[in-house]
């Protein structure tokens, strides 16, 4: 699950990423500079996750340097073929934590669910950051278990990958700058006089232009570094659309801050490169010199590598049958987490502790719990849909006239990011989005909540905005009230992305609110998987009245969100 935002902007600002209406496939890592670093960035951007994705190797925990996974399950011939990058092929894993994905019968466990989220999080996934080792080992894990429930590959080229354009960039060094005054050149210090480096400019010196309404922006120019006196949504919509400048700064607090020892973040997007200005925010004097008008030039280095990950979704379809096959569900569910924590820098004079940091943000209930209820969905369903299609088939006796909904499901990179795997399907959708019904997202189900009657209860976000929460219970589904609505929780996962297109998406969920949430505890043993058990009983008959017809999903009044 994504931070919680100050506003419902987030997520459509994060689409239109995605749309005609911006520059393509803008980056998400890059949209600070309009907004203010600091400001409010809101669910898309991820603003806490921004660069946990390869912050520090495994070589630099040991958890991780010393393990020695053993290889992973088979992979079924052709469930993988194609379409995945060298260096994601073969992903080993750790051989305890495979569930025995032979035995596609039986009832939904918790020991199955158990076993699936141990899979997920595992320190040998290192946090399943997007784009790195550890997620391509877990997606392409999550695709072996749908290809071993007897689902159709619905990715590329006949797989059940979805690949993304993505990249990041890395920085090896702290960025250095050096300023032209009256007094000549002087170095800056990274930290005390600027932060929030993003991208980088071209070499040489950059003529510095302050601007305090849009006509003195100018025309775009690569020798230019942009001073923009205004707060975030001003400069957010003077920049709208423009490119081609070499810096764009904006002033930070007003007090200078502390050196930094590190390098600035990792920076990720989507499309072929970042489409928006390098940006750097000023802080204390400097900024009000600048502002001033007492500093002409400014010239900035830094060290950076520019990558190009592996990332995907993995996706499955369960065709319909009869009239109904012609709507569609989508049951989703993130597999990425927010990666490695950044290793905490030792007081002068402070010895290094006996045992080892842990750095892994393993992420159990966010999203591998999700992920689990998907899996064993998807494993369930197929099973029941194989039998009733038999059962249907010419010449069978006392053939059923069944009906079903054409089920997707969808698990997806990026969520943490700003919901990057789900607005990448939603450009490319496997099946049409004018024939989506409903999405169902699972979000961090691991735990119970005391406030919807403990073990065994899910709540749904957005309950007064559809249908489904009364629907579930005329069947006799109990799924509770968000228990929390200041949170807006609704806003806050993967489903925001189809609600904001009109599709009936609502996420179930079972999130207290506890400490461990983004932080390195959120472990396995912290889960309870009676509960979970419960709960994906509960959500598997939710699905099933969605499959066959029994629920047919819409917004109440005033319910659906504004599509902007």
């Known amino acids: 699950m994504s931070r919680r935002q100050a506003s419902d902007r987030g997520p459509d600002q994060a689409r239109d990423r995605f749309r005609g209406a911006r520059p393509p496939l803008r980056p998400s890592a890059f949209w600070p500079l309009a907004r203010g670093a600091g400001g409010p960035l809101g669910l898309a951007l991820g603003a806490f996750c921004l660069g946990l994705l390869a912050c520090a190797g495994p070589a630099a925990n040991p958890k991780i340097a010393s393990a020695a996974p053993a290889p992973p399950p088979p992979v079924p011939a052709g469930a993988l073929e194609s379409g995945a990058p060298p260096a994601a092929e073969a992903p080993s894993a750790p051989a305890q934590a495979t569930p025995p994905v ?130 975030s949504r001003e400069r957010a919509a003077w920049l709208e659309g423009r490119e081609g400048d070499g810096l764009v700064l904006w002033a930070g607090s007003k007090r200078p801050g502390k050196a930094q020892t590190r390098p600035p973040r990792t920076q990720r997007w989507t499309g072929p490169g970042p489409s928006t200005a390098p940006g750097l925010r000023l802080r204390g004097p400097l900024a009000e010199r600048v502002e001033a008008g007492e500093i002409e030039s400014l010239r900035l280095e830094a060290r950076v590598e520019d990558r190009r990950p592996p990332a995907f979704n993995v996706v499955g379809r369960l065709p319909g049958r009869g009239e109904l096959a012609e709507e569609v569900v989508v049951y989703t569910a993130h597999y990425d987490h927010i990666g490695l924590k950044r290793p905490a820098a030792p007081a002068p004079g402070e010895t290094a502790p006996d045992e080892p940091e842990d750095l892994i943000h393993n992420g159990a209930d966010d999203d591998a719990s999700g992920c689990a209820a998907v899996l064993e969905l998807a494993r369930v369903l197929a099973l029941e849909a194989e039998r009733s299609d038999a059962a249907a088939s010419p010449g069978a006796t006392g053939a059923p006239d069944t009906q079903r909904r054409t089920q997707l499901f969808l698990l997806v990179t990026g969520e943490e990011i700003g919901l990057v795997g789900t607005f990448a399907y939603i450009e490319d959708p496997v099946e049409p989005l004018e024939r989506t019904v409903c999405n169902l997202n699972f979000e961090m189900i691991g735990r119970p909540d005391a406030l919807v009657g403990g073990a065994g209860k899910l709540w749904l976000t957005g309950f007064e905005r559809t249908n489904l929460g009364p629907a579930f219970a005329a069947e006799g589904i109990e799924v509770a009230v968000d228990p929390r609505p200041e949170e807006r929780f609704f806003l806050r996962s993967d489903n925001i992305a189809f609600a904001r297109i009109g599709i009936v998406a609502q996420s179930l969920s079972s999130y207290d609110l506890h400490a461990d949430y983004h932080h390195v505890t959120d472990e396995v043993e912290t889960l309870d998987f009676g509960h979970m058990e419960t709960c994906v009983r509960t959500a598997l008959e939710a699905a099933r009245a969605l499959a066959d017809g029994r629920v047919d999903p819409a917004w109440e009044p005033g319910g659906a969100p504004e599509s902007r």
């Open 102 to 231: 032979a035995e596609r019968t039986g009832p939904v466990t918790a020991a199955r669910l158990e076993a699936h989220v141990r899979f997920l999080a595992a320190d040998e996934l290192a946090g399943r950051a997007t784009g790195s080792e550890g997620a391509v080992r877990a997606g392409h894990y999550l695709a072996e278990q749908l290809s071993a429930a007897g689902l159709e590959p619905a990715g590329d080229e006949g797989t059940f990958l979805q690949h993304l354009d993505f990249g990041t960039r890395e920085y090896s060094g702290l960025p250095r700058m050096w300023c032209r005054g009256p007094e000549g050149e002087f170095e800056a210090t990274h930290g005390v006089d600027f932060d929030g480096l993003v991208g980088l400019p071209g070499g040489g010196d950059l003529r510095i232009r302050v601007c305090r309404e849009p006509d003195d922006l100018g025309e775009p120019d690569p020798g230019t570094a942009l001073f923009l006196v205004g707060n």
